[in-house]
């Protein structure tokens, strides 16, 4: 693929992007040879894409869209059970009177 296909690609994938309303910026790099399809990086508010077909591409698209907007709902949920999983071990270790 050459640079000018890529450059339109990728701005019609930020253009997807900017039109739900997710704050994040798409840059597409085509690698057949990476063992990823893409990759949302929320600290740095970053899709990758790596796909080379631009139809497996957008595909990808898609699909890290989908995790960016669960991403945020799953983290709670995440420090919730890990917390509970806290709990659980101290009150365990109470019973064993190992704790103080």
């Known amino acids: ?3 000018e296909l890529r450059k339109r690609y990728e701005e019609f994938f930020n253009d997807v992007v900017r039109r739900i309303g997710l704050n994040v910026r798409v840059v597409y790099t085509p690698d057949s040879d ?11 508010n970053l899709i990758r894409i790596y796909d080379s077909d631009p139809d497996d591409a957008y595909r990808t698209l898609i699909h890290e869209i989908v995790e960016a907007r669960i991403t945020p709902l799953i983290n709670k ?6 917390k509970l999983i806290e ?3 101290r009150c365990l270790d109470i019973e064993k009177g190992i704790a103080g």
């Open 77 to 82: 949920y995440r420090v919730l059970v890990n």
């Open 1 to 3: 693929m050459d640079e």
């Open 34 to 44: 990476s063992d990823l399809h893409g990759e949302y990086l929320p600290n740095q």
């Open 87 to 89: 709990f659980y071990e």
